[in-house]
C-alpha cells in the first residue's frame, strides 16, 4: 500500500473517531501542535521512520516530548501508527488529515502568485470571485514571482488558471514560432 493511500486511511480513521466522539477540536489543535514539533525536528522524524527504533522506544520518546501537550486519546493513535510501522509517515497522516478536514468543512486552500503584492482591496475581491467560482470558503496564500511580469496566476488543487503576462508572452510566442516553421 502505498504511503499517500495509507495515511489517507489513518488520517480518514482518526477523523470519524474525533467527529463521532465529539473531540474533534482537540484533536485539531493537538495535531496542529505535533506538526510544528515535527517539522522543527528532524531528528525526530528520522527517529520515528528508522526501523531500528522499536515500537516501544519509539512511544516512550512520543510519550517525553508530548507529556503534558497531548491527551490519552492521541497517546492511543501515536500507539496505533507506532505499532503498524507508520510513525515515520505521521506529518503525512497531520497533513491528510487537515485536507480531510478542510474539505469536510468546505475550505479550499488557494495559491495565488502575482508579480507584487496585492491590495487589501484586490485581495478581497479576487478571495470574494473565487469562492463564487468554488462554491467553498477560500483560504488563500499569496505568494510573490516578479517573473510573472503582471497579472495573477491562481493554483486550486490541480487545476492552474493563468493568467500571468509571461504565460500570455509565451503563447504568443510559440504560435508565432508554429507559424514560422
Avoid: C, W
Avoid at 9 to 36: C, H, M, P, T, W
Avoid at 71 to 90: E, H, N, T
Avoid at 106 to 114: E, H, L, P, W
Avoid at 135 to 153: C, F, T, W, Y
Amino acid at each position: 500500500m502505498s504511503s499517500v493511500i495509507a495515511s489517507r486511511r489513518y488520517a480518514s480513521a482518526l477523523l470519524s473517531a474525533a467527529e463521532k466522539g465529539n473531540f474533534l477540536d482537540q484533536i485539531v489543535e493537538e495535531l496542529l501542535v505535533i506538526k510544528q514539533v515535527l517539522h522543527n525536528s528532524h531528528d525526530l522524524v528520522r527517529a520515528m521512520e528508522s526501523p531500528l527504533v522499536k515500537v516501544d522506544k519509539k512511544m516512550r520518546i512520543l510519550e517525553e516530548i508530548f507529556k503534558g501537550t497531548v491527551g490519552d486519546k492521541m497517546f492511543l493513535f501515536f500507539g496505533l501508527v507506532a505499532r503498524k510501522k507508520r510513525a515515520g509517515q505521521l506529518p503525512e497522516i497531520i497533513d491528510e488529515f487537515l485536507i480531510l478536514l478542510d474539505a469536510k468543512r468546505g475550505i479550499v486552500n488557494v495559491d495565488i502568485t502575482s508579480a507584487a503584492t496585492l491590495s487589501e482591496e484586490q485581495s478581497a475581491d479576487l478571495v470574494s470571485r473565487l469562492e463564487a467560482y468554488t462554491g467553498k470558503s477560500v483560504r488563500p496564500r499569496m505568494l510573490i514571482n516578479e517573473a510573472v511580469i503582471g497579472g495573477v496566476a491562481i493554483k486550486i488543487g490541480d487545476t492552474i488558471i493563468d493568467g500571468t503576462i509571461s504565460h500570455q508572452l509565451y503563447k504568443l510566442r510559440k504560435s508565432l514560432v508554429s507559424e514560422k516553421g
